[in-house]
């Protein structure tokens, strides 16, 4: 029979406890690295912040910065800087104005108390469950070798170890100092990343147990720090029942053999302007009737301007709004992560029952990714798998490009992730422009083969009967079929 796992502690950090299965192992010694700026410290403040909530006595080991200024910043972030003791062992001015140095560990050479006997002292007062220690590079600059410095190291954790502490200490990795050599003497590593398309925490090492693998991102924001792990569809099963949701058009549903399924992912494409956005809209119109809950992710389009074309075709956006079926969010993109996004996602799933999710659109989301183009799909299948593991109907905008010409269904090949692909489409016929609507794929069931006249009108959406009079319709310039080659190809009587 295995062993059970250790309790856990909690960093403070919901999402980074997600990521190491519930958090930390008690009594171990764990390394956050990462460049100045990147939110170590912060990190180590949500930790001890998290100990005094739970009763337990909380110590900060300063060795840098001036403690005036680090409890102010604290502070600022909303942590109880009085609840949390701190040894404070930063240089003072009067190592630069009396041009005095010491050597730690090194009682003999050091005229006043030395940094050891104000350790053993400071942690030995406190008695602390929790230890940061920020940052523990800095001991490297008060000793003579490196060698030296390891050893010096190895005693510290043991000696926190034996006083039954969990121990988070910051380094800063520099080409100049690197901090490989910590790694062999810590349970765990966090790596906190900084670069042009975002911050990124992953957790290369961690004694004891696995963690959820992967880049993940963070943000710093006015409250601390908050961790998004990279979505894990696997993890994320809800049992829903088999159902047809209607559009509440009897001529889309034909096409659609009944409409969408419960738990599919449908993708509606087509060029701008042709009414992807209002055709989605109405099976959340429709499902609202039912009493179900919709939310929208609007990407290339403000929420304002939605709602007004909502309300001039008869969509009822207000009063969905105001009776809790439909959420309408606004994302700007290149400030999200797709981390983050997901977490979005997830909380109007798993905490607020969304039933229908609708992501409008494709290229506008694919800007959460900052450049990271191969990760497109990798995200895309994810989310959807997510979304269909957990019941949710999800609808994918995605813009065309030709408005006529060369067809295609999807601009960002993504085709294969449907389950369902509604097209709509510009024609000219005779100098005039109408639109399209045809079902290009359908894995649950058959479907209607046919294309039909599609438009949006101030009542609403109108879909008319086969277009069966005509071919070359993909092309966006249709040609009239004359009756007897209709009766000639078999599409006529």
Same mark, same amino acid.
């Given at each position: 029979m295995p062993s059970p796992l250790p309790e856990r502690l909690s960093t403070g950090v919901d999402g980074l406890d997600e990521i190491l299965a519930g958090g930390l192992v008690p009594e171990r010694s764990y390394m956050i690295s990462g460049r100045a700026g990147s939110g170590k410290t912060i990190l180590g403040f949500h930790f001890l912040a998290e100990g005094v909530e739970r009763g337990e006595t909380a110590l900060f080991v300063n060795l840098e910065e001036d403690l005036d200024d680090l409890k102010t910043n604290a502070a600022a972030l909303g942590f109880d800087t009085d609840a949390i003791d701190f040894l404070d062992l930063s240089p003072s001015a *009067?190592?630069?104005?009396? *041009?005095?140095?010491? %050597?730690?560990?090194?009682?003999?050479? &050091? %005229?006043? %108390?030395?940094?050891? $006997?104000?350790? &053993? $002292?400071?942690?030995?007062?406190? *008695?602390?469950d929790r230890v940061v220690v920020d940052p523990l590079t800095q001991l490297r600059f008060l000793t003579d070798d490196d060698y030296q410095f390891r050893k010096q190291v190895v005693g510290f954790m043991r000696f926190l170890k034996e006083r039954n502490a969990t121990v988070l200490f910051t380094v800063q990795d520099t080409s100049s100092m690197p901090t490989d050599d910590l790694e062999f003497i810590t349970d765990g590593t966090i790596v906190l990343g900084t670069d042009a398309h975002g911050k990124s925490i992953r957790v290369p090492k961690f004694r004891g147990s696995s963690t959820q693998s992967g880049d993940h991102a963070y943000r710093i924001t006015d409250g601390g720090i908050e961790v998004y792990p990279a979505l894990q569809p696997g993890e994320h099963v809800a049992e829903y029942g088999l159902e047809t949701i209607s559009s509440g058009i009897p001529e889309v549903d034909e096409l659609l053999a009944g409409g969408l399924e419960r738990g599919t992912v449908s993708i509606v494409s087509g060029p701008t302007g042709v009414g992807k956005t209002t055709l989605s809209t109405q099976f959340m119109k429709e499902a609202a009737a039912r009493g179900e809950r919709s939310v929208i992710y609007l990407f290339e389009e403000t929420k304002e301007t939605f709602l007004t074309r909502s309300r001039a075709v008869d969509i009822p956006v207000d009063r969905m709004i105001e009776r809790g079926t439909l959420q309408v969010n606004e994302v700007e993109a290149l400030e999200r992560s797709p981390q983050e996004f997901a977490r979005m996602v997830r909380e109007e799933v798993e905490e607020r029952d969304a039933d229908i999710v609708m992501v409008d659109g494709i290229a506008g989301y694919r800007l959460t990714l900052r450049g990271e183009e191969n990760a497109m799909l990798q995200q895309m299948h994810a989310l959807g798998r997510y979304l269909k593991n957990m019941g949710v109907t999800a609808i994918f905008v995605d813009e065309t490009r030709n408005v006529i010409g060369e067809f295609r269904a999807t601009m960002e090949n993504i085709s294969y992730l449907a389950d369902n692909i509604v097209f709509l489409r510009h024609l000219e016929i005779h100098g005039e422009m109408r639109k399209a609507i045809g079902v290009l794929k359908k894995r649950t069931s058959d479907f209607e083969r046919t294309i039909r006249e599609f438009r949006i009108t101030e009542h609403g959406i109108e879909v008319g009967e086969p277009m069966s009079n005509m071919r070359g319709l993909l092309s966006g310039t249709p040609e009239m079929v004359r009756n007897h080659e209709r009766r000639e190809d078999g599409t006529g009587g």
């Open positions: *009067d190592v630069f104005t009396e *041009d005095q140095s010491y %050597e730690v560990f090194a009682p003999s050479e &050091v %005229e006043r %108390e030395t940094l050891t $006997e104000r350790i &053993v $002292e400071g942690v030995t007062t406190v *008695d602390p």
